[in-house]
């Protein structure tokens, strides 16, 4: 069964904050990291689907096909020891679950593409799109980059494209873009998986309408690619993010900037390895012209709507030192691969790239960066704007620990 938004809210208000991410079910010991997920942040403990409960066990991308299609609330079961290439197909689930138990010693079912790239199924939409009551739990979803060895540091990271021009570098990425999920409904829910190799893992709602789905218990990771590389991109809607573990990303939840785009992330380990910051929001002025209109849905200035960050861990203190990744411009190697912003250095924890219509609330979180200073910045900002004492506009922080000595 799936919770609906309101029960869900109500649940996570009575649970307690569980530990932190150390791994998940095998992949992010590519990172050097290893250890169990049970009971700890990202871990499999949302797992309401089991295979008695399914209508049909499939074990062949054709028969996954046939099954998604005729909907009607089915339940898709696909047993744990089995991989599927999906490479060449996309799915759309509308009142479809697909379902297998990813647990502390199984990854789930392997759902995997290699397809990427403009005009690919991985990108003409995505490899999975959910749309009213679709649901995948308890799988592993790995994109195309999952063993791009280019980088040193993190397996699927995607450097600085080469070219003289813009139009040349865009042309380059172009050929790396693929997409893990795209979530177009507020009922469509995303729990207890593991989704990584992508350029952008899940996006949320369209430019077009918005959507508020349901990502919990998962870990997404080893989405990298300069340029890209979102975990979870919101171009509209207000997802809601609980329990869900991060690592090697450039911005492990961003946004498109409208009026009506923002998230609510309760409970959540941003983890160590990073190229930027994790909690971003652009503004529309980056993305388009906009309008000068300030009660507009994309007023020039706008940089979201309602963005919450709760009770969760923000230690990027493996940042990406890019001279390994740029090739012949690379410049001389130091000997750490890592820029160290455990103590500030130039990349915060949180970005907003202009002006929240209410605000980002920042409240009783672990966090890395020596200060709030550091921590959190505040970009592209309108003039004639109410700010506090630290320059902020909208921007909220209450009870967050701060200069917390993370081993990772």
Not at 72 to 86: E, M, N, Y
Not at 161 to 182: F, I, K, L, N
Not at 256 to 271: H, K, Q, R, S, V
């Amino acid at each position: 069964m799936s919770l609906d938004r309101r029960q869900f809210l109500k649940q996570t208000a009575a649970t307690a904050a569980g530990g932190i991410l150390a791994s998940s079910a095998g992949c992010l010991q590519l990172l050097g990291l290893s250890g169990s997920t049970t009971g700890l942040r990202g871990g499999p403990t949302f797992q309401d689907v089991r295979r008695e409960d399914a209508d049909v066990v499939v074990e062949s991308a054709a028969d996954l096909e046939a099954e998604v299609t005729r909907g009607g609330g089915r339940v898709i079961w696909i047993p744990s020891d089995t991989a599927i290439d999906l490479s060449g197909r996309n799915f759309t689930l509308r009142h479809a679950t697909i379902a297998s138990d990813r647990s502390d010693d199984s990854s789930g079912a392997l759902l995997a593409t290699s397809d990427r790239g403009r005009g690919s199924p991985a990108m003409s939409n995505a490899l999975f799109t959910l749309e009213e009551g679709g649901r995948l739990t308890g799988v592993t979803i790995r994109g195309p980059h999952w063993n791009y060895t280019a980088s040193p540091v993190i397996p699927g990271y995607i450097p600085f494209a080469p070219g003289e021009t813009r139009d040349e570098r865009e042309q380059w990425r172009s050929e790396w873009y693929a997409r893990g999920v795209s979530m177009q409904a507020d009922s469509s829910q995303f729990d207890n998986c593991e989704l990584w190799g992508f350029s952008t893992g899940i996006m949320v709602g369209s430019r077009e309408s918005p959507a508020s789905p349901s990502i919990l218990y998962s870990a997404l990771h080893n989405c990298m690619m300069t340029s890209a590389g979102y975990p979870i991109d919101i171009n509209r809607g207000t997802p809601t993010i609980y329990r869900c573990a991060f690592d090697a990303y450039r911005h492990a939840i961003c946004g498109y900037g409208t009026a009506d785009a923002g998230y609510l992330a309760i409970e959540c380990d941003f983890g160590p390895h990073a190229s930027s910051h994790p909690i971003d929001m652009h503004r529309i002025g980056e993305n388009e012209s906009g309008t000068t209109d300030q009660s507009a849905l994309r007023w020039q200035w706008c940089a979201g709507g309602t963005m919450l960050v709760r009770n969760s861990i923000i230690r990027p203190t493996r940042v990406v030192d890019q001279r390994h990744h740029n090739g012949t411009n690379a410049g001389p190697y130091e000997p750490d691969l890592y820029i160290n912003h455990n103590r500030g250095g130039f990349t915060p924890h949180v970005l907003i790239r202009g002006a929240p219509v209410d605000g980002i609330y920042l409240e009783g979180n672990q966090c890395a960066h020596p200060d709030a200073e550091t921590g959190i910045d505040q970009s592209s900002f309108p003039g004639r704007q109410r700010m506090n004492e630290f320059g902020w506009h909208n921007i909220f922080t209450r009870q967050n620990q701060w200069n917390v000595p993370f081993s990772q």
